[in-house]
């Protein structure tokens, strides 16, 4: 079978044959694919122009709306994925990590669509006042680039490491063209032919190129970005083409690197921490066969422990059945492909010049239920390096399998100098219950990761692991890590974003926003805001309230009902040395009293106040102080219907400017609302 291409919205096989896909466990031939022949300058317009331009089209919230759909849809077909994932040589949790970490990837993404605005664009950060009198303000705003996201990406997760990118990229508004590995794509066809099924992304907003795909970045422009994860000496040699660097084209690299895992001093044998540490680094050596950028290829141990530590990981290693994931017995797999048995055989060799092996033999090693010399299998292979420090191989070659090696540390110092020699990390773990020695290594070690876990008997239950980036959370690292940095939330679609600041008049910032800043128009409602659905109402008009003149009464009795006695309130003789000339309101008093002059009560579309953002108290207000409210539709953010029975309905943010009778704000709030709409229908 060849694998096709699917580009300008159609499957298009390329040219001969570039790539044969061989079973991992078997070695039986599955499938072919190239690219030979294709036009990605066309494919590259067709990105910008049909699927862009759709994306940009779409609000925050529908492309959340959307990739929430696509996870639920895929999530319904995952055992089709784990079916052909073991041909990648991958067991259960392997395929688990890859497919259901990439369909969660979805979800996380959709679910930050409440930190943005109802808008194709983002409004980033506060106005910021350009003049004496008001009528000048700057802000900024983040709009989607008109380009595409190029992603080229590792073998070792061929769904995740396309649905972590497109995740954020789609998020954004941008289009996306996915260079898989070739020695992988079949896998990565298969979810791209799923997700075409479901026509539930734009057509254009996702092409697939299974093969080589060689020249595609000399057509790269100013307007594209292009992504990398895999190998740093390719990463940097993509990095270095001519035209990324003529054009400017920004390049996320997130490069595989010799990432550590440190047992802390006090975590002595006989303790939790000293078990977990043994478990999660003959897990990360175990699983996906060693396969993955943020694997622990340094083993950091006190030298007093390190012959414990030894003895119990070997002991696990030991039990580690190798063979087909088929086989329920079965804990380790093999690698994507016998290239990588090679590439893996040859960083051994340079390793066993500089330290020595206490566990794998390459040539003796058993396998259950397969082939060996069929398949891709590989031994774990652990290492013992007592002279890290003149003996540096370790700091410098990755073998990218089940290899890892043991060295000793004396004291947290000597620790953190040694996570610094692999010269930048993806992530180091630190097992240790002492939360003052997590402190000082974090801190110190901190400006050489991408991500540090601190791994202890407290959080273990529900820790994700030292080898689990999280979506909401950056993924990548200075130096060999490569510089760049993947997800990480709002983080990460902001990379497909260009913040652009915009200066002129409030109202019209306002009106570019579609949020209210303060010196813009502010037209009376007429009804109140309570009586108008959320289609009606217009970002800027206001309500202008009746004001209350404060007594001393009013404190007493907020006190009484609050059981809020603090002194400044209650005892004028304590004043002294305080900077409050006399007893001053509550500001919860004030807010109060401030919902009272703005709400109208009557029954209306204004379904509930759920919230209250950015409360501030900016002057005190003492008794004989009059107080009265502008009340401004802030901003406005519609929302989907649950089901059929739900309310249609939006969310409304309102902006409560409390003011005495100088005219000067003494307290600021944003309220949030849900009001009905009048179209019921969505």
Not at 34 to 39: A, I, V
Not at 237 to 247: A, D
Not at 276 to 300: N, S
Not at 541 to 553: S, Y
Request: proline fraction near 4%.
């Amino acid at each position: 079978m060849n694998i096709k291409n699917y580009t300008l919205g159609e499957w298009i096989e390329g040219e001969g044959t570039e790539i044969e896909h061989y079973n991992a466990i078997t070695g039986e031939l599955i499938s072919t694919c190239s690219s030979k022949g294709l036009d990605y300058n066309s494919i590259l317009e067709y990105g910008r122009n049909i699927g862009g331009s759709a994306l940009r089209k779409m609000t925050f919230q529908q492309r959340g709306e959307m990739l929430k759909s696509l996870a639920l849809y895929l999530n319904k077909r995952k055992e089709t994925f784990y079916e052909l994932s073991k041909a990648t040589g991958a067991t259960r949790i392997d395929s688990w990590i890859d497919i259901e970490g990439g369909i969660g990837n979805l979800f996380a993404n959709a679910s930050l669509r409440r930190q943005f605005p109802d808008l194709p664009y983002h409004v980033d950060g506060q106005a910021a006042p350009l003049s004496k009198n008001g009528t000048f303000i700057g802000h900024h705003i983040m709009v989607p680039k008109k380009g595409v996201a190029v992603h080229i990406n590792a073998f070792n997760f061929p769904i995740w490491g396309m649905l972590e990118k497109i995740a954020v990229n789609i998020m954004a508004g941008v289009a996306a063209v996915v260079k898989p590995s070739e020695y992988t794509s079949y896998l990565t066809a298969l979810m791209v032919e799923e997700i075409i099924k479901s026509k539930i992304l734009p057509e254009g907003s996702l092409q697939l190129i299974p093969g080589l795909g060689r020249g595609i970045l000399d057509h790269v422009d100013h307007r594209d970005i292009v992504t990398f994860t895999g190998s740093a000496a390719t990463g940097r040699k993509l990095k270095s083409h001519p035209n990324i660097i003529e054009n400017s084209i920004p390049f996320n690299l997130e490069a595989d690197s010799l990432n550590a895992c440190v047992l802390g001093e006090d975590a002595v044998p006989g303790t939790a921490e000293f078990d977990l540490f043994v478990k999660e680094v003959h897990r990360e050596i175990t699983v996906k066969t060693g396969q993955k950028c943020t694997a622990v290829r340094r083993i950091l141990v006190p030298e007093s422990l390190i012959d414990n530590v030894q003895g119990a990981l070997i002991k696990r290693l030991q039990k580690t059945t190798i063979g087909n994931p088929e086989n329920k017995e079965v804990r380790m797999g093999a690698l994507a492909t016998k290239v990588q048995v090679e590439r893996v055989k040859e960083n051994v060799e340079l390793l066993m010049k500089s330290q020595e092996i206490v566990y794998g033999n390459q040539d003796k090693f058993e396998v259950y239920d397969a082939d060996k010399n069929k398949g891709a299998f590989f031994s774990p292979v652990l290492f013992r390096n007592d002279n890290p420090f003149l003996k540096d191989d370790v700091h410098n070659i990755e073998a990218f399998g089940p290899v890892s090696t043991l060295i000793p540390y004396k004291g947290i110092e000597e620790a953190v100098q040694l996570v610094e020699k692999g010269k930048g990390s993806l992530v180091t773990s630190i097992v240790t219950n002492d939360n003052a020695l997590a402190k000082s290594f974090v801190l110190e070690s901190a400006n050489m990761n991408g991500r540090i876990l601190i791994l202890n008997e407290r959080c273990a239950k529900e820790s994700t692991g030292h080898g689990s980036p999280m979506p909401l959370l950056t993924h990548g690292g200075p130096g060999r890590a490569g510089g760049g940095e993947e997800m990480g939330g709002i983080r990460g679609i902001k990379h497909y974003l260009q913040r652009t600041a915009i200066q002129g008049h409030p109202e019209t910032i306002t009106r570019i926003t579609e949020q209210f800043q303060v010196g813009a128009d502010q037209p009376e409602a007429n009804p109140h805001v309570f009586r108008k659905h959320f289609e009606e109402l217009i970002v800027g008009e206001t309500v202008f309230t009746h004001k209350h003149t404060v007594t001393t009464a009013d404190i007493v009795n907020f006190a009484n009902v609050s059981g809020d006695n603090f002194y400044a309130h209650m005892d004028e003789t304590s004043l002294d040395g305080t900077i409050f000339e006399e007893r001053v309101a509550h500001g919860y008093f004030i807010l109060s009293k401030a919902a009272g002059l703005f709400v109208d009560p009557a029954k209306g579309p204004v379904l509930l106040n759920y919230g209250i953002d950015e409360c501030r108290f900016t002057k005190p207000v003492y008794a004989g102080a009059t107080i009265g409210v502008k009340f401004t539709v802030k901003e406005k953010i519609d929302q989907k219907k649950k089901d059929d029975e739900d309310i249609a309905k939006g969310i409304v943010k309102f902006l409560v400017d409390i003011y005495d009778e100088t005219g000067e704000t003494v307290g600021i709030a944003t309220i949030l609302t849900m009001v009905k709409k009048i179209n019921q229908t969505y």
